[in-house]
């Protein structure tokens, strides 16, 4: 058993104090005015439909979890393939990261109503109430994801596992638990939101010449429905799985790396301090976010620039006193690793703003095309999202040679010691850019609650002054909202890579276990595998290695089956969404006169069906993949799949959702009154370009970030599998 220093117990603390903080400003929301009664009405629809939506899919995932939890039981107990912890890891990681989701899109169904009605007010009243009730999903997610930190780190220690690489491992296969649910939750909510919104547009805006959101469109209600369970829910618990990923992994490189120094410990709880502090300094930015009447693009985005951008400095300057106090003998140079994470962070966020915001010449050139067409439109839009990839991909490459450089002393050395060194900083560089995650999916999160604001100001008909403000917040929100899956996916690239490194230690593991149960075969391969050197030469994990190879050319394949699969999931569920609205229309008398009332059960019905049964076989795909590769082609293999789903899924994620959002962004534009506004060719022009973008920016670009995540964690998961076919 270790003595915890006093130090760690800043880290529950923390936990605990953003989640009172969450609770906070929940009630603060609950306790503004909802509106009028057809306010209220509307909110109570969306509230019931996703409540619905969310109860259907956590029964799937309940029996997803239940069987996985089986089988793991059957490895660790029957079969010695796995640590005995690994079932209850397994089972609170994908608790937790539903419960995340959960408490963010309940928040978020009780504050769109309130910021429409706030926005009658003024815009900064509307922005504060968006923003604050974004808040709650940001800060729950850090919350629970350091309690469970917390708790794991206590109980196995407690339970005398007399080894930190044997606790940082364990702890680290929750994080699969988490990555599963976030995979259904995001995948599902995509889905679903996409099928109701793809629907509403062709037929509402396209066919039937009506505006966004109008309450005459039967698929109106699923396409508000579909923000919360998608961008909110699928949200929450994807960065509740980064969060808790960058910070076990760091941990488990942390005790690899200075195994058998006395600072082990120190280098191991080092990301958790970190992050705890971070949760005090995104609380402060929380607070700097306001804005006044008549603010631009430009002016809407400083207000949340300075929030995210203070706290990220401030974690920045405590980031080298937290690691100095703790005792690390090389702490300038971990901590700039930190930072080389938080600049990377924001050069991302940067960069993705400037694609998809349509203050910038790219999303504006995307709305000029629209004077020649649709086709122009998505070609133009397929373009830019293939140019946005350059910056993000090339910070990325620079932040882990630099934070790998910082933590080894400036040296580029790749022997055994100077790996576990670098690869340490390049863990520590991913917890830096999730650090202030919770201001930073605070802005996220909001962008949903704006979206919903909207539709509720539109069918409520509040006016046009209020519909102005409530698109000023949404066409923020659909920047923030592009940032923040920016930030998701490069913050998983960093994250990938340290689990590479924990892949390593778990195969390690996987054979001490066999080798100690007696294994002969085991003991001698134990022998062979002590550092990360022998390890590779071992396995012959080189590039002439065809097994290598092959893996590489798997794991980019995989990327690309996966996006294809979502993508053909929302194109089936959308005719479906567009068959309906259409025979309402032409059998419901009087709906487009605004004399009789849709069915807009019928399409939420519609759209939760389509994503509970479309949603199965691609989450499914990603843990099925690892596991046949690592039986087939061992572990070479392994490596070489990792690092192939990582390359093209981080690319083509970017790719897919930085188009969406420019796409999005490009309709925004010509609404606003810009190439003949709403309802002329323009504007259809951009409706077809924004109906193509939305699978691509809200079910598989931003999915494959979970993608990249989840094969590591099966991997790590599964290790015992694969060590068993050596």
Request: include cysteine.
């Amino acid at each position: 058993m270790y003595n915890i220093p006093s130090v760690f117990w800043l880290v529950p603390v923390a936990s605990i104090v953003s989640l009172g903080m969450a609770l906070y400003f929940f009630l603060q929301m609950k306790g503004a005015d909802e509106g009028t009664d057809r306010m209220k009405e509307i909110a109570e629809h969306v509230r019931k439909g996703a409540m619905a939506y969310l109860k259907q899919q956590y029964k799937v995932v309940t029996i997803v979890f239940i069987v996985l939890a089986i089988i793991f039981s059957v490895m660790a107990y029957g079969f010695q393939l796995q640590n005995p912890w690994v079932p209850f890891a397994f089972l609170t990681g994908g608790f937790f990261s539903g419960l995340a989701g959960f408490f963010g899109m309940k928040t978020a169904t009780y504050a769109s109503a309130r910021t429409a009605n706030a926005a009658r007010q003024s815009l900064d009243a509307g922005l504060r109430v968006a923003f604050r009730s974004g808040a709650v999903m940001g800060l729950t997610v850090v919350g629970l994801g350091l309690l469970d930190i917390a708790i794991w780190f206590v109980v196995l220690n407690a339970a005398g596992v007399n080894s930190l690489i044997t606790i940082t491992t364990t702890m680290l296969t929750f994080g699969m638990g988490a990555s599963t649910q976030a995979l259904f939750a995001r995948v599902g909510g995509g889905i679903y939101t996409k099928a109701a919104d793809v629907g509403a547009d062709i037929v509402g805006k396209v066919e039937a010449d009506i505006p966004e959101d109008d309450p005459r469109n039967p698929a109106t209600i699923a396409d508000n429905v579909g923000d919360n369970v998608g961008d909110v829910a699928g949200m929450g618990a994807d960065l509740y799985e980064s969060y808790c990923g960058s910070i076990l992994s760091t941990a488990a490189l942390g005790a690899t790396a200075y195994l058998g120094t006395q600072l082990q410990l120190s280098y191991v709880i080092a990301p958790m301090i970190i992050a705890a502090v971070g949760i005090f300094l995104s609380l402060f930015g929380i607070f700097l976010v306001r804005t006044k009447e008549g603010a631009t693009m430009k002016e809407l985005l400083h207000s949340l620039g300075l929030g995210t951008n203070v706290s990220a400095a401030l974690i920045a300057v405590a980031t080298f006193a937290i690691l100095y106090l703790l005792g690390i003998p090389n702490w300038a140079q971990v901590s700039c690793s930190v930072i080389v994470g938080l600049l990377a962070g924001v050069v991302i966020g940067q960069a993705t703003e400037y694609y998809t915001s349509h203050s910038y010449k790219p999303t504006q050139e995307i709305s000029a095309a629209s004077q020649t067409g649709a086709a122009t439109v998505i070609i133009k839009g397929v373009g830019t999202g293939m140019i946005s990839t350059m910056i993000p991909v090339v910070t990325i490459s620079v932040a882990i040679m630099l934070s790998y450089l910082c933590a080894n002393g400036f040296n580029m050395d790749v022997n055994a010691e100077a790996l576990s060194k670098g690869l340490y900083g390049v863990g520590i560089a991913a917890v830096g850019m999730l650090s202030t995650l919770g201001i930073t999916l605070a802005t996220d999160a909001y962008g949903p609650i704006a979206d919903n604001a909207g539709g509720n100001a539109e069918m409520s008909e509040l006016g046009e002054e209020v519909r102005h403000r409530t698109d000023a917040l949404d066409a923020l929100g659909n920047t923030t909202a592009a940032t923040g899956k920016g930030f998701a996916i490069g913050s998983a690239a960093l994250t990938a890579l340290a689990l590479l490194a924990s892949y390593i230690e778990e195969i390690k593991e996987a054979v001490q276990r066999l080798a100690e149960a007696g294994d002969a075969h085991m003991a001698e391969v134990y022998q062979n595998i002590g550092d990360i050197p022998s390890f590779m030469d071992y396995f012959q994990v080189n590039l002439m290695n065809p097994k290598v190879i092959v893996g590489v050319f798997i794991g980019a394949m995989a990327a690309f089956l996966f996006s294809g699969i979502t993508m053909g999931a929302v194109g089936r569920a959308a005719e479906d969404m567009v068959k309906e609205v259409r025979r309402q229309f032409r059998e419901i008398a009087g709906i487009l006169e605004g004399k009789a009332t849709p069915d807009y059960g019928r399409c939420v019905e519609i759209s939760t069906r389509s994503a509970q049964r479309e949603m199965i076989f691609p989450s499914l795909l990603a843990i099925i993949i690892p596991i046949l590769v690592g039986v087939i082609l061992g572990v070479a293999g392994v490596l070489g799949l990792l690092v192939g789903g990582l390359a093209a899924g981080f690319t083509l994620a970017i790719f897919m959702s930085n188009a969406g959002g420019a796409w999005d962004n490009a309709k925004k534009m010509v609404e606003e009154g810009n190439f003949g506004g709403k309802g002329s060719e323009c504007h259809k022009a951009t409706v077809v370009g924004d109906t193509v973008g939305d699978p691509f920016k809200d079910t598989s670009g931003p999915s494959l970030n979970i993608l990249i995540k989840l094969m590591s964690m099966v991997s790590i998961v599964m290790a015992g599998l694969t060590v068993a076919f050596i």
